[in-house]
């Protein structure tokens, strides 16, 4: 019994011991750690991303200034090309305040073991210290601070363009404001922040957009003019009067201010008629014998008649119509084609002293006559002209005569056919170079009955001589004879060149012997 109560003994007393050296051990461990995280971070702990767990103060000094060792900031512009300065190009550096110290300071050392496994995320004022200068002289060398790159913004404004007035949208360019950048940058550098894109306050931005409202009413007011188109049917042509011509009607001046020029397009109405009116106008005639002649003058022909033209096309274009149509014409002829003359017609050949009468191209009738005595200046008037009207019975009246007809078909002021029954039946030849009429061209009477019942008023009188002539009677003059030759204009003419040669004569050099006058103008030896 005694040997077994020795031995219970002996194992309280180990227990006893061990128990006492756990307890000695945990205890020991306890206060390690209590004593260890007095001067160390939490195991867990980071500061800003950075994990501090089990370092000392100056181990995280330390492990700050390695990460701000590696600072580069990153830069974007708003067409995203990269820019990036490194910490080291300005001195950037980590510099303590003794704020890892309070952090450690802060931990409750001895109940580490409630804190141990937890994750803790510290935050704590950075003091960074950087060369302010430094940093000044990276921003300013960036390449998008560079003048040659950086485009200049701009406005928002109304041009004319080939399509005519159009709003031209603003340009942003790549401008930066140094100074703005600069402050960008060091507020960047001073947060930590590591990467940022340009904003567009950084920028010299255009003062005028799209949707400025000045530039809004000037396109609208413009708008309410090209709205129209005018087609002008010209027969085998067509003109158009849309944006692109109304555009060259309107100005618009540096305040956005528009004005209609109704002077221009009189301008161009002017131009329609220089390029339509047939009046008085030169012609390739193919005559009845086959050959071709040129004649001109008259008064047959298309004419436009401008001022109503004008008045028209300004109300059309101003409440922005659109529409086909012809030009207010004062005149018209027969046929909008180049040959405006149509197949329905009389010729008057006066060399030949023979008239012809074609009714759509078929020849209706011919006869001679006797026209205007040259001899005595009354020679009748040449060039395109148009039955005025008809008349029967007449009475043909001048300065010294009075003549009863019975058919008369005037074409050229008081110019006309009619019979002539004090001719005796004798027609054409060469009559009428000494026996002319005053201006008319005398016919047979039933020659003249036929054609005064066939002809219609506005039928075309196509008339001509085949040699030169000089015609100065007053009715030619007033009928715009092709031929009309005005005697104080040539001399007014002639004077003007003689006084012109002249002139020239005078201001030419002066060459003496062994001279010439050389390309330039001046004067050089010739030997």
Request: charged letters at 30%; hydrophobic letters at 35%; proline letters at 2%.
């Amino acid at each position: 019994m005694g040997r077994r109560k020795r031995k219970a003994h002996v194992l309280r007393r180990s227990l006893l011991l061990a128990v006492g050296i756990f307890l000695f051990l945990i205890i020991g461990l306890y206060v390690f750690f209590g004593v260890f995280f007095r001067s160390h971070f939490f195991y867990q702990t980071s500061i800003e991303d950075i994990a501090v767990g089990g370092l000392t103060a100056q181990e995280t000094i330390e492990e700050l200034r390695m990460e701000v060792k590696d600072y580069l900031l990153t830069m974007y512009d708003r067409d995203g090309n990269k820019y990036q300065i490194p910490g080291n190009a300005f001195a950037y550096d980590y510099r303590p305040q003794g704020e890892e110290e309070k952090l450690i300071e802060g931990q409750k050392s001895f109940l580490w073991p409630f804190e141990i496994s937890k994750e803790k995320k510290l935050e704590m004022e950075k003091s960074i210290t950087y060369d302010e200068s430094l940093l000044r002289e990276a921003v300013f060398s960036l390449d998008c601070l560079n003048e040659e790159q950086m485009k200049k913004p701009e406005n928002a404004s109304i041009q004319m363009t080939d399509a005519g007035y159009e709003l031209v949208p603003e340009q942003r360019g790549s401008y930066l404001i140094a100074d703005r950048l600069f402050a960008r940058v060091k507020a960047a550098v001073d947060a930590g922040e590591s990467e940022f894109t340009f904003t567009d306050d950084l920028y010299e931005n255009p003062a005028v957009t799209s949707d400025d409202a000045t530039l809004t009413e000037c396109m609208a007011k413009i708008q309410s003019y090209f709205g129209a188109e005018i087609t002008y049917d010209m027969g085998e042509d067509k003109e158009v009067v849309d944006a692109g011509v109304i555009s060259s009607w309107i100005t618009v001046d540096e305040a956005y201010n528009v004005t209609f020029h109704e002077d221009k397009v009189a301008a161009y109405v002017q131009s329609l008629a220089s390029k339509y009116n047939t009046y008085g106008d030169e012609r390739e005639f193919l005559t009845a014998k086959g050959d071709t002649v040129t004649i001109g003058g008259g008064d047959y022909g298309w004419v436009i008649d401008k001022e109503e033209e004008r008045a028209q096309l300004i109300e059309e274009v101003k409440n922005g119509e659109t529409k086909t149509r012809e030009p207010v014409y004062s005149q018209t002829a027969v046929s909008r084609t180049k040959n405006d003359i149509g197949s329905t017609y009389v010729e008057v050949d006066y060399t030949n002293q023979h008239l012809w009468y074609f009714e759509e191209g078929v020849l209706k009738l011919e006869s001679d006559f006797v026209s205007g005595n040259i001899s005595r200046g009354n020679g009748s008037p040449d060039g395109v002209f148009k039955v005025v009207y008809k008349k029967s019975p007449a009475v043909l009246k001048g300065e010294d005569y009075e003549s009863d007809v019975t058919y008369f078909i005037p074409f050229a002021y008081n110019v006309g056919f009619h019979d002539a029954s004090w001719r005796h039946g004798k027609f054409g030849g060469t009559i009428y170079k000494t026996s002319g009429s005053h201006g008319c061209v005398n016919m047979p009477e039933e020659k003249a009955a036929k054609l005064y019942e066939m002809v219609e008023v506005n039928t075309p009188v196509i008339a001509y001589y085949r040699e030169k002539v000089r015609l100065t009677a007053e009715n030619t003059k007033i009928s715009n004879a092709y031929s009309y030759y005005d005697e104080e204009k040539e001399k007014a003419r002639e004077e003007a060149e003689r006084k012109a040669a002249e002139d020239a004569r005078k201001s030419a050099p002066q060459v003496g012997e062994g001279e010439r006058i050389a390309e330039d103008g001046s004067i050089e030896r010739t030997e």
